[in-house]
């Protein structure tokens, strides 16, 4: 592609959006460029920021006049460089920050419809004033917007209770591309229907399709009253099979529980000694912590007291301490929410984002760490995060003194490989939550069943042959 046909859909799109809707100041433009975990860096001359849908949708069809691929783009928290340009300067960026509006509200009927910049934590608040609840929370609220949660299909803390985007989603406003035939333009599927059977299920689609199909503008959202009480507890445990059994007494005497997050004792140590301001919620240590929040109308610090000594008397947990305050719950978590920067400041790592059947994720834990150990002297493997949907972030940090680089492109390659042959091994998913972007595209080409990625690639030759939307990732 010729830079003249991006210079040229540049001064066209000035036109459209006025001067805030176009950023082309190498300095403004150059925080975009990489991924929140600085794996991937690209170029973009610069970055388009409509404000409405029909903007939205003016930007499309001048993309697909000149030629000119887009990369959608949120909070840019994304974890495997989806919303990340590639390094030929040919691709722009769109951003949806400017889209921020929460369009309509009903307490009664339980929904919202909010645009794709909307963030999460202010939907939250909003939420809040109505004496609602939207229930999916991460550690990257504040940046996260819902055009990306909604695009990446996320999941977060309370999976286990609510399920992930895709269970919280009503519908879906998105501006699609050109077919062979010149036909795209505004999918309007917002409506909240509990039943329509018109064939395919177009919004569904469009959810964990990482922008390669087209642009979500907003989404019908489901809400939730309030919570009338919640208590959390942080508790130590032998290993994850014992984890899993207190898990299962939980949830067999109560359907209150909203998360049970597994930590390793590693895990923790290295959030504290890395995160300031944390401590130790119990006195000894441990050789596994869980994070359990049950949500009540009311007392729910007493039921999960009720809980915490039936586990303890039956030897299912060796100490537990349970949050007499607000404050105290939020350093709970905060615990919890800071391992993956504490991972991050302990040196070069790779990250996996896996999940395996419930009852088989405490012996592929175990497992599958010695096997890593084992096989590449020196590394650590360590895993974390939601045992109760078979969800772990799955570490394996380089040998102390590693070089970042080299590591990452040797054994720290290798490594995820075999990670990734384990998980498939065992009927599992090598994305549970995260996407798949630019960083797992070869391996979900190298692992998937033929018959999977002849679908995914049908699918996106027929939405977007002129391959326009979000190219170079997923498929």
């Known amino acids: 592609m010729a830079a003249s046909q991006v210079d040229k859909m540049i001064a066209e799109a000035r036109k459209l959006l006025g001067a805030k809707g176009v950023i082309d100041d190498a300095g403004d433009v150059s925080p975009w460029l990489t991924d929140w975990r600085g794996r991937y ?32 783009q949120g909070g840019n928290t994304g ?20 889209m921020n509006r929460v369009r309509h509200l009903d307490p009664a009927a339980g929904i919202a419809v909010v645009e794709a910049g909307v963030i999460l934590s202010d939907f939250h608040a909003v939420a809040a004033e109505h004496g609602m609840r939207f229930p999916l929370s991460l550690a990257a609220k504040g940046s996260a917007t819902i055009g990306g949660l909604v695009s990446t299909n996320a999941g977060g803390t309370q999976v286990l209770r609510f399920g992930t985007m895709r269970a919280l989603v009503h519908g879906v406003e998105a501006v699609l591309p050109p077919n062979r035939q010149g036909e795209g333009g505004v999918w309007n599927g917002l409506s909240a229907l509990k039943k329509d059977n018109r064939g395919y299920d177009i919004n569904q689609l469009l959810i964990g399709a990482e922008g390669t199909l087209g642009v979500v503008t907003a989404a019908s959202l489901k809400l939730f009253p309030a919570v009338g009480d919640r208590a959390v507890a942080w508790i130590g445990v032998d290993d994850p099979d014992a984890a899993l059994v207190l898990l299962r007494r ?5 359907d209150g529980i909203e998360s049970f997050e597994l930590v390793p004792a590693d895990s923790m140590a290295l959030v504290l ?15 596994w912590m869980v994070l359990v929040e049950l949500t009540a109308d009311k007392d729910a610090a007493t039921e999960l007291e009720a809980l915490v000594a039936e586990g303890y008397q039956d030897g299912l947990l060796r100490d537990a301490a349970i949050a007499t305050n607000e404050a105290q719950a939020e350093a709970f978590w905060r615990l919890r929410e800071s391992v993956p920067e504490a991972n991050r400041a302990a040196g070069p790592a790779i990250q996996h984002d896996i999940s395996v059947a419930v009852d088989a994720m405490p012996r592929f834990m175990t497992e599958a760490a010695r096997g890593i150990e084992q096989s ?29 680089e080299a590591w990452r492109a040797g054994d720290g390659l290798a490594a995820s490989r075999m990670v990734h042959d384990l998980v498939t091994a065992a009927g599992g998913s090598i994305s549970a939550e995260h996407g798949i972007g630019q960083m797992k595209r070869e391996e979900l080409a190298r692992l998937s069943d ?21 190219p170079g990732k997923l498929v």
């Open 41 to 72: 860096h690209g170029r973009s001359a610069a970055i388009l920021s409509p404000s409405t849908t029909e903007e939205v949708a003016a930007v499309v069809a001048l993309s697909a006049e000149h030629g000119v691929p887009l990369v959608p």
């Open 79 to 98: 974890m495997v460089g989806g919303a990340t340009p590639d390094d030929s300067g040919t691709q722009l960026i769109l951003s949806l920050r400017r």
């Open 250 to 254: 939980f949830q067999g005497r109560t």
């Open 273 to 287: 000694r890395h995160i300031p301001g944390t401590r130790a919620p119990l006195a000894d240590a441990h050789p």
């Open 376 to 404: 590449f002297p020196g590394t650590m493997a360590s895993s974390f995060g939601h045992l109760g949907d078979g969800n772990i972030h799955f570490h394996v940090r380089a040998p102390q003194g590693a070089d970042a």
């Open 450 to 470: 033929p018959v999977r990625m002849s679908v995914l690639r049908a699918i996106k030759a027929a939405l977007d042959p002129h391959n326009l939307m979000n």
